[in-house]
């Protein structure tokens, strides 16, 4: 869903209120506190039409109850305003430049923006094993040295491993899913690395394309491994690594061009929204997607 098409469709608090109602119980409500489906509309005055009761327990509710929309003071307009321009950002979406579309102070974007990251974190897509052709890398997020500040910098001018950025791991399939996280250095050995791949990798169904670095060699003794040499050539027939390299241009991109900055605590949360993005780059219609998770997050 478009921007245009999201601001044509909620043009009131009531239509986005009926589209989430629509999302979370398709037509079915249900209690969010008992479970039980013998609940109606609540017939406050002030809140008419927006509320619901349960006959069970006796207790009103709104469809937001249990949702990262729960006790927000944002119209719900804003939040879907704010979803599509997060997803129609390939590269991401600073909560500055939010902030100015919105009218809305970056203090409170920025929270907004974390609450549906912390959504996307639980998003099923990262649950199920990756199969068929895999590739495996590893990266690391930081800015680039500033020139002529190398010998003050230390190690976190290096670039590549042994420097103090932080490290990531990922593994993507071809033409499919990808799965990313944050990784302490110590992890980035032959049996951190192994652990890593068994744990998102069907190895039984899946062949491993990886770099030539040494701690993918022990993922060669549960599944098959071919690995291209980077000095000599970036591809060797379907041998290679361009798709899991690819995502990470995304992710440093998005670094680089919009945040420019983040703390390795909120880094999780950045990489669930860069491969929630990539995971349904083909789905016409993420906007939906998006909203069924966020309703789903407690």
Request: aromatic share 10%; glycine share 8%; proline share 3%.
């Given at each position: 869903?478009?921007?245009l098409t999201?601001f044509q469709?909620?043009?009131t608090?009531?239509q986005?209120?009926e589209?989430?109602?629509?999302v979370?119980?398709?037509?079915?409500?249900?209690c969010?506190?008992?479970?039980?489906?013998?609940?109606?509309?609540?017939?406050s005055?002030?809140?008419?039409?927006?509320?619901w009761?349960c006959?069970?327990?006796?207790?009103a509710f709104?469809?937001?109850v249990?949702?990262?929309?729960?006790?927000?003071?944002?119209?719900?307009?804003?939040?879907?305003?704010l979803?599509?321009?997060?997803?129609?950002?390939?590269?991401s979406?600073?909560?500055?430049?939010?902030a100015?579309?919105l009218?809305?102070?970056?203090?409170?974007?920025?929270?907004?923006?974390?609450?549906?990251?912390?959504a996307?974190?639980?998003?099923?897509?990262?649950?199920a094993l990756?199969?068929?052709i895999?590739?495996?890398?590893?990266?690391?997020i930081?800015?680039?040295p500033r020139?002529?500040?190398?010998h003050?910098?230390?190690p976190h001018?290096?670039?590549g491993r042994?420097?103090l950025?932080?490290?990531?791991v990922?593994?993507?399939?071809?033409?499919?899913?990808?799965?990313?996280?944050?990784?302490?250095?110590?992890?980035?050995?032959?049996?951190?690395?192994?652990?890593?791949?068994?744990?998102?990798?069907?190895?039984?169904?899946?062949?491993?394309?990886?770099?030539e670095?040494?701690?993918?060699?022990?993922?060669?003794?549960?599944?098959?491994?071919?690995s291209?040499?980077?000095q000599?050539?970036?591809?060797?027939?379907?041998v290679?690594?361009?798709?899991?390299?690819?995502?990470?241009?995304?992710?440093?991109?998005?670094?680089?061009?919009?945040?420019?900055?983040?703390?390795r605590?909120?880094t999780?949360?950045?990489l669930?929204?860069?491969c929630?993005?990539y995971?349904?780059?083909?789905?016409?219609?993420?906007?939906?997607?998006a909203?069924?998770?966020?309703v789903?997050?407690s």
């Open positions: 869903m478009d921007i999201i469709s909620f043009q608090q009531e986005a209120i589209y989430l109602e629509a979370r119980w398709c037509g079915k409500p249900i969010p506190y008992c479970g039980k489906e013998t609940v109606c509309r609540h017939v005055a002030d809140r008419a039409g927006q509320r009761q006959w069970s327990c006796k207790r709104a469809v937001t249990g949702t990262i929309f729960h006790g927000t003071h944002i119209p719900l307009r804003s939040w879907f305003m979803l599509g321009l997060m997803l129609n950002a390939k590269k979406s600073s909560a500055c430049q939010i100015r579309d009218s809305i102070r970056r203090a409170t974007v920025w929270s907004m923006m974390h609450r549906v990251r912390m996307m974190v639980k998003d099923p897509a990262q649950k990756l199969f068929g895999v590739e495996a890398d590893e990266t690391y930081g800015g680039k020139k002529g500040n190398h003050k910098n230390g001018a290096k670039r042994g420097t950025k932080t490290p990531i990922g593994i993507a399939e071809r033409n499919g899913r990808v799965i990313a996280r944050m990784v302490a250095a110590r992890d980035l050995t032959s049996k951190g690395l192994t652990r890593f791949i068994r744990r998102f990798v069907d190895t039984k169904a899946s062949v491993l394309m990886t770099d670095y040494a701690g993918y060699v022990g993922a060669t003794k549960m599944m098959s491994h071919f291209v040499n980077h000599v050539q970036y591809a060797d027939g379907i290679h690594t361009n798709t899991i390299e690819g995502f990470w241009s995304l992710v440093k991109r998005a670094w680089y061009g919009q945040h420019h900055h983040y703390s605590k909120y999780p949360l950045y669930a929204e860069a929630f993005k995971n349904r780059r083909a789905v016409p219609d993420t906007f939906a997607a909203v069924g998770i966020m789903a997050t």
